[in-house]
């Protein structure tokens, strides 16, 4: 089975920063597309971030997230990272690593939705104190 765990999350103040971190196993990266998502208790889950595995394609990022999110992954271990910065109270959420059934041969979709995804994480916690 594919087992997909998330860490790295905690309690941060506004304008610090977090690196969350993801380990999948099971299952190689190769030819997976990845993606971080969020949500606020009541909300739909939202893409943050999402990793084409195909060299020269850039990583999607959401508007909310442009120019203080860094996504990376390293399909030989197996792990993939969320670096964020300048982190604010609207960040706060559940963070989910997600993992592309590999259909799309690696590629993110223009515009990621959950359903694009087909293995998840638990979550890792993410608070930014005002």
């Known amino acids: 089975p594919v087992n997909v765990v998330e860490s790295g999350g905690g309690l941060v103040q506004t304008g610090g920063s977090l690196r969350l971190s993801c380990t999948v196993s099971g299952l190689y990266l190769y030819d997976h597309a990845v993606a971080w998502f969020r949500q606020v208790d009541g909300q739909e889950r939202e893409v943050v971030s999402c990793l084409s595995d195909r060299g020269g394609r850039l990583p999607y990022y959401a508007d909310s997230v442009k120019g203080r999110a860094t996504i990376s992954k390293d399909n030989a271990q197996g792990t993939l990272t969320l670096q964020m910065n300048s982190l604010q109270p609207e960040d706060t959420a559940m963070y989910y690593c997600?993992?592309?059934?590999?259909?799309?041969?690696?590629?993110?979709?223009?515009?990621?939705?959950?359903?694009?995804?087909?293995?998840w994480g638990q979550g890792t916690q993410v608070t930014v104190s005002s």
């Open positions: 997600a993992v592309d059934p590999g259909y799309n041969l690696g590629n993110c979709p223009a515009r990621p939705v959950m359903s694009d995804f087909a293995y």
